[in-house]
């Protein structure tokens, strides 16, 4: 390269320099402070937005009235409670608690006596629910029973049946029951304390002297046995649970058992203990109810102060295990509903006005929502059987004259001296009887239409009750033998000879255990 090329580079590149230093600065104090203004201006234009807006909500706000604040909160709450309830499960009417099977419960709040908390060995309470304070008697024993399961897709149904041990202990058991001697089956119970044959057939026979103090400790060790021998799937308080009473003679034993155990609970005072025992039997078979629980529902509902359950049952009963009807339909129901009612509210007349009232009710479903005067004006006019057996036991001078007692859900006669026999001493007091006398008096003077008190559905529903004997329904000592005293099993040859003295056997005979030999 030649030196004048070289110093036009240089001269370009001074120029250059020149330039750039010139431009520099002017940036700097230009585009600095330009910025900067720029920037403060910006943001003062930015920050009035937000503080007239907030200025705006506020008064808002303060014009918004307060009421409508009240309002939305009474909806929320309202919707809630809404929710709330139609996520209340359903409560069966036979629901049970496992702590009203003690009747040492009862008795100390009827006594008003704090009882001692004791420690207990750890037990199944499950079960131990029907004999809770038996916690000392032995688990393991060698002549148990054994519940087993009917494999059925519809309901869980359970039974029970012999173990090989307890068929091993049949032959001696039965000759004692072929000996007719009471004495007999209680040396073999002294052997074999929990066997639960043996216990029935000497519950049977101190129920038949009175001796229910006895009665009770021997139902106790039976169901005790039987507790041992409940399926891992059955429970007092279980909801499925179903057991057919003539499937074998051991629940036949069980149900008779439970049914015998009411009656001693209610002698005894522990009418609430017994209402929920009557429960647990009407779970097993709620449809068939072969021993005629839905005539003690009431009564232990209404003697255990237990008014607005009994009303509730009443309610949901049908309902639940029939899917239509009412059961105030039934005469005892009527009767108990009526009774009840009155009792919760504590009116006790029966006017021109109630009588007036009977001819507008149409159906059962319109009647279970009158009054109790009302309602017990309508069920002696349509069933006069139950109260002619009613009022006969209150005042067996009063007329009442000659009743039918078949209806469109079948003869009532056999329910209607149950319900007397059981339920006396309800109507016993002067203010109830002398209501129901009035109402009695006064019932010739309603016109019902029996159209519209009936239900084909239900036709001749009553006479599934006609094998119950009424005296089992009463607290009066019963001195028949009954039909489960040997269990079918009587010998077939006699202990006493029908050429001894005359006198000897009248009074040796009238004793359950012995009958002449008339084969010889």
Known sequence: MSSRQLRKLQEQNKVAEEEFSEEEPETKVVNNFADLDDFEIISSEEEEPPATTSKLLKQEQNTQPEENLDLLLEELKESSI???????????????????????????KLFKEERKSKKKAKRNFKKLMLTPDKTDWPL??????????VPDPVKNLFYFDMTKKYSNLQPEYLSCVESNDPNAIAGFLQKYPFHVEALFQLVLVYQM???????????????????????HQFSPIGSDIAMDINLNQF???????????VDCLGRKGCARTALEFVKFMLALSPQEDPLGCLFLVDYYSIRSRKLSYFLEFTDKYMEEFYGFGELIMLPSIMYSTA??????NETFECTNSHVSR???????????QQEASVILLCAVRLYPGLAKALISKLFPAFQFGEVDYQTFLGNTQKTSEIYANRNEELWKPEKISSWLKACIEKSS???????????TRFSELLDRYSHLDSNEFSFDVRRVIPEDMEVGRRGPVGNLDP???????????????????FQE
């Open 358 to 368: 009977c001819s507008e009710v149409k159906g059962f479903s319109e009647l279970r």
């Open 339 to 344: 009774l009840c009612k009155a009792l919760m």
């Open 140 to 149: 393991n024993l060698d002549h148990l029973l054994v519940m087993e399961k």
């Open 445 to 455: 003077e309603i016109t019902l239409s029996n159209q519209d008190f009936q239900d």
């Open 209 to 231: 002297q009175g001796n229910f103090e006895q009665v009770g400790s021997l139902l106790e060790r039976m169901l005790y046995s039987f507790q041992l021998s409940f399926h």
């Open 82 to 108: 809404g929710t709330l309830q139609e996520q209340k499960p359903y409560i069966s009417c036979l629901k049970r608690h496992p702590k009203h099977f003690d009747p040492q419960n009862e008795l100390s």
């Open 251 to 261: 629940n036949k034993i069980f149900y008779k058992g439970l049914f015998t155990n």
């Open 499 to 517: 050429n001894a003295n005359p006198f000897y056997l009248f009074f040796a005979s009238m004793l359950p255990w012995n009958y002449v030999n």
